[in-house]
C-alpha cells in the first residue's frame, strides 16, 4: 500500500463545516525508515502526536457532517501546524526527550520533508477548504496534562484563537454554560502563531474558525473521544449560529 501523508474522511460530506487533526499520527514515513530512533514510550507521549485527538476529530466531524481531514506523519517528523519558516517546525529536542533521527537534519533534509509531508497537506487542506465559499474550520489537538514538570493543567478543554474571535467567543460562552467544564481561552497556549494551520487557511481568508485542545487525559479512550466529539458538536452549531447573527 502507497504511504500517504494525510487522510481525508467523509469526503462526500458537502457541509460547510471542515474538521482538520494537524497532529492525529505517530506515524515515522518508510522513507524515513519508520522510526526516528526514539522508544515506543516517546512515540506515544503527547511529542509524537496529540494523544485522542483524531478519534475526536473523526466523531465531531461525523456529528456536523463534515470532511475531516487527518495527518499521517509524526509532529516530529515536521510539524503540519507551523509555517514554513517556524523555528520550530523540525524540532531535536522536545520536552526533555533528544530526537535521535533529527540530530543531523539539515536545511537540505528539511527541505525534502517539507515537500514530501508538510506541503501536501497543506495543499489537501486548501483543496477542501475551498469547496465552500462560506467554509468554517475547527481544528482539534490534544494537551497534556503536566508539561516539564510544572504544576497539573486544570483545564477541560482550551479554545484558541488570534484576533479573529468570532466564533470563540460565543463557543466559550456556550461551553462555560456546562457546570462540569473547566474552559481555558488561549490556555494552555496561545492562538496567535502566525503562519500556522489555522493562520493560514483561515484567517488569511477570513473564514470563521476555532481550534480546541481537549486534554488527553480524558479522551484515552475510543468511547471518551466519540463522547467528546458528540459533546462539542451541538455548541458548535449553536456558536456559529451566534456568531452569524452578531453579524447582522
Known sequence: MTYQPYHIEGA?????????????????PPDLGGTLGLPEADMTRHIAYDVGAAGVARALATALAAPVLLSNFSR??????????????LMKLYDGSVIPGNRHAGPEEKARRLEAYHRPYHEALTGLAGRQEDTVIVSV?????????????????????????RLSDPFIESLDAEPDLEVG??????????????????????????????????????????????RLA?????????????ET
Open 141 to 165: 489537538h490534544s494537551f497534556t496534562p503536566q508539561l516539564r514538570g510544572r504544576p497539573v493543567r486544570p483545564w477541560h478543554v482550551g479554545v484558541l484563537h488570534a484576533h479573529d474571535s
Open 12 to 28: 462526500g460530506r458537502t457541509g460547510r463545516w471542515l474538521v482538520t487533526c494537524d497532529h492525529a499520527a505517530n506515524t515515522v
Open 76 to 89: 516530529l517528523v515536521i510539524d503540519p501546524n507551523r509555517g514554513e519558516d517556524d523555528p520550530t517546525l
Open 185 to 230: 481561552r488561549n490556555m494552555p497556549y496561545t492562538g496567535e502563531l502566525p503562519g500556522d494551520a489555522i493562520d493560514r487557511h483561515a484567517l488569511q481568508h477570513g473564514r470563521h474558525n476555532v481550534l480546541i485542545e481537549v486534554r488527553n487525559d480524558l479522551i484515552g479512550t475510543p468511547e471518551a473521544q466519540a463522547a467528546w466529539g458528540e
Open 234 to 246: 451541538p455548541h458548535l452549531i449553536h456558536a456559529l449560529s451566534r456568531a452569524e447573527d452578531r
